[in-house]
């Protein structure tokens, strides 16, 4: 797997924890407006692409091949 390919991985993998947290929290987010709604998206969607900035710095610069295999271990990354 490549730095690139990792990276977008990572990515998926963190927008997926969330996507999923948002699920379990229907009922409690059920009284928010729309808006409300889009907003909650949108910061969360901003947290992901956060925590993704760093790795996909770092991936970019070509790393070890045993550093990325170790962030697919770590994180339960789709290779």
Do not use: C, Y
Not at 2 to 24: M, P, T, V, Y
Not at 32 to 37: C, G, N, P, Q, S
Not at 43 to 65: E, F, W
């Amino acid at each position: 797997m490549s730095g690139s390919n990792a990276s977008q991985a990572l990515h998926d993998r963190f927008d997926a924890i969330r996507r999923a947290e948002l699920e379990r929290l229907k009922k409690k987010l059920g009284g928010l407006t729309e808006a409300d709604r889009q907003f909650v998206h949108q910061i969360t969607t901003d947290v992901v692409d956060a925590l993704a900035r760093g790795p996909k710095t770092a991936l970019a610069q070509n790393p070890p091949s045993i550093a990325i295999e170790a962030l697919v271990r770590l994180f339960a990354l789709e290779v």
